[in-house]
């Protein structure tokens, strides 16, 4: 096995870490106080040809492989994790989707200013009955003519408020379950299409999560995604590759609780010399650095496979299920090392853990990881 980065892989890594330092980093604690949405900086981000890292390039992307995407989004991760979702979401489910499954007037309309950050895209599968149970849509689409009907509310939707399109995935034909799913691809704009709610959140709070309702809202046959009925498989295939996303993210904020644990340790003294020199600190700093080692090992071996064009699905969940894990116990002992200055909000840690927590759930809870990870095996 080869654990070198090529230099596409170094160049990538060190554009990220740049900008994640130089224009996410001012700002980060502010815009989660206010809860507000990172505008400039992804219109930058899609300047410098990360909202659509995996496109080609004829369709506006950067033509990069998904180990290049890990790179950078650990990256902006590290420094903010409400901009790894929004970058995430729109590269590894909308980009990733099109690109994969669109037709070429699809593909001509939405994928090159989604993939070159002209504009933002959001991904609806779940509703209020439907979490973990995606299948259970209660979301209508009925033919009519050249176009479909769809009813229903949309549930935690990342980017939902600020994207331009949504993929939607719907039931058109409720008896068929699984089978009787269909994606259609949504315009902002479209009569009957609102934003329903504005989630107030624990973490990730700069990005934008909401419901959507469709009353009557009139969407043309041309814009749905693959055959009717193929919106399941279609949404399970997108999700494989969404989860090496997030396991980068959450790779990210737990390399963001060790760095911060790592220098903190460093300066702070406490009987009389650092707390660096304390076991108990000592042992905290090695199980992190040990388990975002792991963690990394995982993600990259998705990624890789994913590119080499295997099966990568169980290997996604189990990056996920482990990195996700690694985030929320990284950002525990971060807190714990920072001891009271980890718990107050003018400090970064205490947002970690906000942060951290969120990819055990969205993209598929780490139960649902589990159940990918077992069926894999016991099939
Ligand atoms: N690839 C291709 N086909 C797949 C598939 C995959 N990965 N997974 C399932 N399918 C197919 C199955 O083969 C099956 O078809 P056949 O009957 O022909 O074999 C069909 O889909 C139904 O599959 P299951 O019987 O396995 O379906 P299930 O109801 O038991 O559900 C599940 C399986 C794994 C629990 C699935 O529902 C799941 O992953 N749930 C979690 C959903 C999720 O991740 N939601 C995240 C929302 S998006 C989000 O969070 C984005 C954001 O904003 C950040």
Redesign the pocket.
Known sequence: MDFSLNETHSMIRETARKFADERIAPGTIDRDEKEEFPREIVRELGELGFMGMMVPEEWGGSGLDTTAYVFALEEISRVDASVG?IMS?NNS?VCYGINKDGTQAQKEKYLRDLASGKKLGA?A??EPEA?????NQRTTADRDGDSYVLNGTKN???NGSTADIVLVMTATDKAKG?KGISTFIVEKGTPGFTVAKKERKLGIRSSDTVSLSFADCRVPAANRIGAEGDG??FA??T??G?RIGIAAQALGIAQACLDASVSYAKERKAFDRPIAELQAIQFKIADMATNIDASRMLTLKAAALKDAGEPF?PDAAMAKLFASHTAVESALEAIQIHGGYGYVREYLVERYLRDAKITEI???TSE?QR??IARSLLR
């Open positions: 979702v979401v489910l991904f599968l779940s979490g973990s149970d995606a299948s935690w939707i990342t699984a399941f498989r399970m295939k999700l494989e969404g699905g969205y993209e598929g649902i159940v990918v």
